[in-house]
């Protein structure tokens, strides 16, 4: 599995199978700008960032098929979004679990960009919001100052997370 970041596109190659040297190549920009990459263990593939240009811009998390295809098996069409308060969301960071529940991280900030949040949202494994996870599947921490573009995600404990 490769994947190649050039400017604000992402091309994942996909190998069309581990027998032969051919490949296969899904777009999967969308409009979407890309924070965050995981290539899980069976080589299926998490992106997160978020669709800029909307009234409000939201979490966007996607994952695709280990040969390259959008997994349809997972949210809606491949797709989960997630909005907090009505502010503009950017996703950063990803992490699996046990049991594969997707948590991700980042910030939310108003539309004046005074007031910024660290924010998290945890995943089931077909992309539902995991319900167990702060309130309806979303954390929110307040505040962080400035816009949050620097904002780091915490480390995780190896002995705490499991690579799915």
Known sequence: MKFILIACFVILL???STHARE???EDVTLGMDI???????DERVLV???IPGNPDDDF???RYAADGPVDTTFGKEGMVTTDFDGNDD??????????????????SCTKDGKDCSFVS???????????????????IRRPISGD????ITPKYDEDQMSAQ
């Open 60 to 62: 966007v998390v996607m």
């Open 90 to 107: 950017v996703a950063q960071s990803i992490r699996v679990g046990v049991g594969g529940t997707v948590t991700v991280s980042g910030y």
């Open 148 to 151: 949050g573009s620097n904002f």
């Open 14 to 16: 996909f190998p069309r």
């Open 121 to 139: 949202a945890r995943y089931l494994s077909n992309g539902a919001p995991d319900l167990t996870f702060g309130a309806g599947g979303k954390s």
């Open 35 to 41: 924070y965050a990459i995981k290539v899980l263990k």
């Open 48 to 50: 997160a960032g978020v």
């Open 23 to 25: 490949w296969s190549i």
